[in-house]
């Protein structure tokens, strides 16, 4: 039986993360010099998505430069994050925890790729993105600020 209680759907899947990128990060280095280091990280990735979004509201007027680059970021930690899920047996569908600590990077850059998105009119885009979140586990969306 699967964490959300289908017994005949696949088996959460969790991933390993990458501890040192991870430790680098809560010790308070640099998230361009972490993803730099770690590009296969997507806990780097979603640190500077995330701020990059965080610095585009800052002013009267949103400021498209960084949402677009909040974009790119995202993007990259999410098909990083797409290739470990893959490497630890994900078939494209299924439980991804927000629980587990290390699914939680690319969860992230999902939802800063769905709040870019959002921010540019990228419509569909935004929707998909919600989509997975809500695929990968329903917690997610609400523990990003998305519903």
Not at 34 to 59: C, F, N, R
Request: charged letters at 25%; a negative charge.
């Amino acid at each position: 039986m699967t964490s959300f209680g289908d017994l005949l759907g696949p088996q959460p899947t969790l991933l390993t993360g990458d501890d040192e990128a991870e430790s680098d990060l809560l010790n308070g280095a640099d998230p361009a010099a972490v993803a730099a280091e770690h590009p296969t990280a997507s806990i780097a990735w979603a640190y500077l998505a995330e701020a990059a979004l965080d610095g585009a509201t800052d002013g009267a007027e949103p400021d498209t430069a960084r949402i677009v680059a909040a974009y790119a970021y995202a993007r990259t930690g999410y098909h990083r994050g797409l290739d470990q899920l893959r490497r630890h047996g994900w078939k494209g569908f299924g439980p991804v925890p927000w629980s587990h600590e290390q699914n939680q990077g690319f969860l992230r850059c999902v939802g800063a790729l769905a709040r870019a998105a959002g921010a540019i009119g990228e419509e569909d885009e935004h929707l998909r993105c919600l989509d997975l979140l809500n695929d990968s586990d329903p917690r997610a969306i609400s523990e990003l600020g998305l519903d």
